[in-house]
């Protein structure tokens, strides 16, 4: 006989009303392609259609303060020294322009617990082990096999664990660096720098991650990319 709630072996984590779903869906592109990594796209962009009214409104709050960045550096020139002055002055120009600083926030944060479910559902699924997508990555539960540091096979040297980039996370890092561009500058320089520097930050931390993972974000950011640009 059955064994009740025998799907519950498999460990979505707390997100599970939210993993199980996209697991089915996931499984169901998979056994109607054939191709483990074409099922991940396809889940992308499935999911990147059910968020798009949160990310139209996230991305076009960007856009409004990206159009204000030139009127706020102004303000920051003849302010420069009087914080409490310059913070009032910002907040009347967000009132006049009625433009919400924190309208682009809550879509993404909506986003998030989805997000985490995706990452959960392509970190337990054992059908993504040992399974091809195409070219030189021929397991999409291990990491990119491919390393920039040996020009990509090119040169035969042994380079050491932690010195390994592959080509597939090298894409992921130039999308990120793309969407940060999109994005409206901090006023702060501290934290200007710091968005500067992480999406290569992410590059390295992406590189010791699956390819199923780095495939799939790399083609959400490339879809949200598209959609910016549209924006």
Known sequence: PPVPLFDR???FGSLYVIAKPMFLLLNYFFVMVGNFGIAIMLLTIVVRLALYPLASKSFRASAQMRALQPQMQKIKERYEGDQIGM??????LYKREKVNPAAGCLPVLIQMPIFFALYR????TIEMRHTPFF????????????????AFGLLN??????????????????????????QPKP???????????????????????????VLYYTCS??????????I
């Open 135 to 150: 070219g030189w990555i021929h397991d999409l539960s291990a990491t990119d096999s491919s390393n920039i540091f040996t």
């Open 9 to 11: 072996s498999v460990d």
């Open 157 to 182: 040297w042994p380079a050491p664990s932690w010195l390994h980039l592959g080509l597939l996370p090298i894409l992921y890092g130039i999308t990120m660096i793309i969407q940060m561009r999109l």
């Open 121 to 124: 559902v392509l970190s337990v």
């Open 87 to 92: 913070q009032k002055e910002v907040m009347a």
């Open 187 to 213: 006023a702060d320089p501290t934290q200007a720098r710091m968005m500067t520097y992480m999406p290569y930050i992410f590059l390295f931390i992406f590189a010791k991650m699956p390819a199923g993972l």
């Open 221 to 230: 950011n490339t879809l949200s990319i598209l959609q910016q640009h549209i």
